[in-house]
């Protein structure tokens, strides 16, 4: 197996008592010393939960066709983005299927970065590459030189102003602003994956522990990846690897709001438009217990007695109980009683909305 990669956070993470894990080809922390239920608490209730995401990558794309090549390589609609603004959005191949869910940062119509999953990096990469051969643009990997920090919850603000020369209440939600922290030039974003207030920084490599131990010195709390995977899971929000994959297209994951089918050509268009007249064979739905039980991954869901589908992502949630997402066929899509297969028992389950619990980002 070769050689997990470290993020320049990794002495900090192990001197702070954080378990490390293999992750994506990293070695993160899964959790501190406190344990993931109370750094889900911390972030839930108000704190400021800082969690180091290096492992996911960034891309810079620049040139004259920067615009138009985006519009064809990604779903969403490049020409309703301005700029210093963020979307969500999709790489597809040809199939319709799923290469990469990312956020794309307008900086001007010649220049874009995009942020992408840790383990799709070198795939997304060589794409992206391949397809900007046809077009007068530069795609340039950033990863290795880019540290990325999530600041999530209620005192996020607070504990990052002091880093920044740039008022962060003027940064509304899913805008960034290109701006000085700890004196060096870097990108905050009023993003986030776990449903509450706050920002996502990315600075150099060589500033990255600096600015971790002043956020910590500020009043924020070390957060590993069980506590994120809670928060995502509550919010609803897709994983890829769990809700979405090449193996599915946007009309099955729910995700054709971020796929513009009128805004032209792009890759993947004619097989979504031709599933989705087809009507998708499985549909995301999600999933509340009224019985007792935590619902996990690939555990099998039934309506009336049969099998139709298995679940995604599954939870015990502090503030919902046993919640999940799952893949169902379309007739049972819209059942109202459903179960879950617990080690070996039904447990009785209904289908709910989301998210699990309220959101508080800022709109």
């Given at each position: 197996?070769?050689?997990?990669?470290?993020?320049?956070?990794?002495?900090?993470?192990?001197?702070?008592?954080?378990?490390?894990?293999?992750?994506?080809?990293?070695?993160?922390?899964?959790?501190?010393?406190?344990g993931a239920l109370k750094e889900y608490t911390f972030v839930?209730?108000?704190?400021?939960?800082?969690?180091?995401?290096?492992?996911?990558?960034?891309?810079?794309?620049?040139?004259?066709?920067?615009?138009?090549?985006?519009?064809?390589?990604?779903?969403?609609?490049?020409?309703?983005?301005?700029?210093?603004?963020?979307?969500?959005?999709?790489?597809?191949?040809?199939?319709?299927?799923?290469?990469d869910d990312i956020t794309t940062y307008k900086i001007s119509?010649?220049?874009?970065?995009?942020?992408?999953?840790?383990?799709?990096?070198?795939?997304?990469?060589?794409?992206?590459?391949?397809?900007?051969?046809?077009?007068?643009?530069?795609?340039?990997?950033?990863?290795?030189?880019?540290?990325?920090?999530?600041?999530?919850?209620?005192?996020?603000?607070?504990?990052?102003?002091?880093?920044?020369?740039?008022?962060?209440?003027?940064?509304?939600?899913?805008?960034?602003?290109?701006?000085?922290?700890?004196?060096?030039?870097?990108?905050?974003?009023?993003?986030?994956?776990?449903?509450?207030?706050?920002?996502?920084?990315?600075?150099?490599?060589?500033?990255?522990?600096?600015?971790?131990?002043?956020?910590?010195?500020?009043?924020?709390?070390?957060?590993?990846?069980?506590?994120?995977?809670?928060?995502?899971?509550?919010?609803?929000?897709?994983?890829?690897?769990?809700?979405?994959?090449?193996?599915?297209?946007?009309?099955?994951?729910?995700?054709?709001?971020?796929?513009?089918?009128?805004?032209?050509?792009?890759?993947?268009?004619?097989?979504?438009?031709?599933?989705?007249?087809e009507g998708p064979e499985q549909r995301l739905i999600a999933?509340?217990?009224?019985?007792?039980?935590?619902?996990?991954?690939?555990?099998?869901?039934?309506?009336?007695?049969?099998?139709?589908?298995?679940?995604?992502?599954?939870?015990?949630?502090?503030?919902?109980?046993?919640?999940?997402?799952?893949?169902?066929?379309?007739?049972?899509?819209?059942?109202?009683?459903?179960?879950?297969?617990?080690?070996?028992?039904?447990?009785?389950?209904?289908?709910?909305?989301?998210?699990?619990?309220?959101?508080?980002?800022?709109?």
């Amino acid at each position: 197996m070769s050689e997990l990669a470290k993020t320049p956070m990794f002495d900090e993470h192990v001197s702070l008592g954080g378990k490390m894990v293999p992750f994506a080809g990293f070695e993160m922390p899964v959790q501190y010393k406190n344990g993931a239920l109370k750094e889900y608490t911390f972030v839930r209730e108000g704190g400021a939960g800082i969690f180091d995401i290096t492992h996911m990558g960034q891309v810079r794309v620049s040139g004259s066709d920067a615009r138009p090549f985006l519009q064809y390589v990604t779903t969403n609609d490049l020409a309703k983005l301005a700029c210093g603004q963020v979307h969500y959005s999709a790489l597809l191949n040809d199939s319709g299927t799923f290469i990469d869910d990312i956020t794309t940062y307008k900086i001007s119509d010649s220049e874009y970065y995009l942020c992408i999953n840790a383990a799709n990096r070198f795939k997304d990469v060589a794409h992206l590459q391949n397809e900007a051969k046809s077009f007068d643009v530069n795609v340039s990997d950033e990863s290795d030189d880019t540290t990325l920090l999530a600041l999530q919850g209620g005192a996020a603000q607070t504990a990052l102003q002091p880093l920044v020369d740039t008022d962060l209440e003027k940064i509304g939600y899913y805008k960034f602003a290109q701006v000085k922290v700890a004196g060096t030039n870097g990108i905050v974003s009023r993003t986030g994956y776990t449903g509450e207030d706050g920002f996502e920084i990315y600075i150099p490599n060589a500033i990255a522990v600096a600015v971790w131990k002043q956020l910590l010195a500020n009043g924020a709390e070390p957060i590993g990846l069980a506590a994120r995977d809670m928060l995502r899971t509550e919010m609803g929000y897709a994983l890829y690897g769990h809700e979405i994959s090449d193996s599915v297209t946007p009309v099955e994951a729910k995700l054709m709001w971020i796929t513009k089918l009128d805004k032209g050509d792009f890759i993947g268009k004619a097989a979504v438009e031709m599933r989705r007249a087809e009507g998708p064979e499985q549909r995301l739905i999600a999933i509340k217990l009224t019985g007792r039980g935590i619902p996990r991954e690939h555990y099998k869901v039934f309506a009336d007695g049969v099998e139709t589908g298995k679940i995604t992502s599954g939870m015990f949630s502090p503030m919902a109980g046993g919640v999940a997402l799952a893949y169902v066929k379309p007739e049972h899509a819209d059942a109202g009683a459903l179960s879950v297969e617990i080690r070996g028992k039904a447990v009785p389950a209904e289908r709910t909305t989301l998210p699990f619990v309220r959101s508080n980002v800022r709109r």
